[in-house]
């Protein structure tokens, strides 16, 4: 596995504590295991995803993919919450950037 691989995977991983402490939160703390977990798990794979060998570009493009395959992640969870949870859908699109600068930065 190489840098980016690994940075990407963990940012999603942190990213992902972060969501789900915010949609626990957002349920009035009754969110289920499952449902948090999906969702944390959700930006484990949006970490996947953007950690892939794409070529270097500049921080616009770089900053478009992120939130793009952030949202196109996302949707997943989205279709699976009934298109409810828009905070959840949406915040994919903001960690896919966040994720994105942070590669940027550390390539």
Known sequence: MNKR??????????????????AFVRSGFEASVNDLFS??????IIGLVIGAPWQKRK??????RGGLLGLMVSLAFYSTTGFSDTISFLAGMIYGVIIEIILFKKS
Do not use: F
């Not at 969702?39 to 484990?44: A, E, I, S």
């Open 5 to 22: 691989m690994k940075i990407a995977l963990v940012s999603g991983m942190s990213l992902g504590v972060i969501c789900i402490v915010g």
């Open 39 to 44: 969702l944390w798990y959700n930006r484990v």
């Open 59 to 64: 921080l616009p493009v770089v900053l478009l």
